[in-house]
């Protein structure tokens, strides 16, 4: 299965300010997914990021709120801006490959405070 | 939208006692997933089924998917302390190019 790599791993953030998570995978996926956890809860899926062009968003979740970029099959980034502590929440970055048996691979996760 | 309900939220069992979680869908789903999530973790993929009625197994855990494909289940035989953590069943209504959307968990506590 892939390997994925996100960044940063928590970040205490004032609010008002943008932040953005980065997530590189180890091989080229079909899928990537955004969702977000609170501690403790189930996840919330926030948008598929569509590679060369706009991510598709969930109810509730728009993209001046939650930019997403992916320049290419193997990394994406999603930018929380203009933060409020009710962003405060655990972003995860997921991918899989079309047609696979293998379900989807979870990065690590991004801790988020907002002060 | 498509809701994924699921239960017990909480269950707590002696080591070598059985475990099981249940799930249901509002709509018919393509596949459902299961994943497991230990404290502090990410979700980490145990089992995809796709097939109306399936059942699999991985060593002590059983997963079987409903014959209407609106509902599963996850049953632990035997527990041990390393099943600790967060079972989730996620679930996907498309052709498998789709997020999932994910049950709220069960979380399993296992008293030695």
């Known amino acids: 299965s892939a390997v994925i790599s996100q960044k940063p791993s928590r970040d205490i953030c004032q609010r008002g300010t943008s932040l953005t998570i980065q997530c590189q995978v180890d091989?080229?996926?079909?899928?990537m997914f955004w969702y977000r956890q609170q501690p403790g809860q189930s996840l919330t899926l926030i948008a598929t990021?569509?590679?060369?062009?706009?991510?598709?968003?969930e109810s509730g979740f728009v993209i001046d709120k939650f930019p997403i970029s992916r320049p290419n099959l193997t990394f994406s980034t999603l930018t929380v801006s203009n933060m409020s502590p009710e962003d405060s929440s655990i972003y995860l970055c997921?991918?899989?490959?079309?047609?696979?048996?293998?379900?989807?691979?979870f990065g690590s996760g991004t801790r988020l405070t907002v002060v | 939208g498509q809701q994924v309900m699921q239960i017990p939220q909480y269950q707590h069992v002696q080591e070598g006692e059985d475990f099981t979680t249940y799930c249901n869908s509002s709509t018919t789903l393509s596949n459902i997933q299961w994943y497991k999530q230990r404290p502090g973790g990410h979700p980490v993929f145990l089992i995809q089924?796709?097939?109306?009625?399936e059942v699999k197994k991985q060593k002590r855990l059983t997963f079987q998917f409903g014959e209407a494909k609106k509902n599963s289940s996850l049953h632990i035989t035997a527990t041990q302390t390393t099943d600790v953590g967060t079972y989730f069943c996620?679930?996907?209504?498309?052709?498998?190019?789709?997020?999932?959307?994910f049950g709220k968990g069960t979380h399993l506590i296992i008293q030695p």
């Open positions: 089924l796709v097939k109306s009625g």
């Open positions: 990021a569509n590679q060369g062009s706009e991510a598709t968003y």
């Open positions: 997921s991918v899989g490959k079309s047609g696979s048996n293998y379900g989807y691979t």
């Open positions: 091989s080229q996926v079909t899928m």
């Open positions: 996620a679930g996907s209504a498309g052709g498998g190019a789709d997020g999932l959307t």
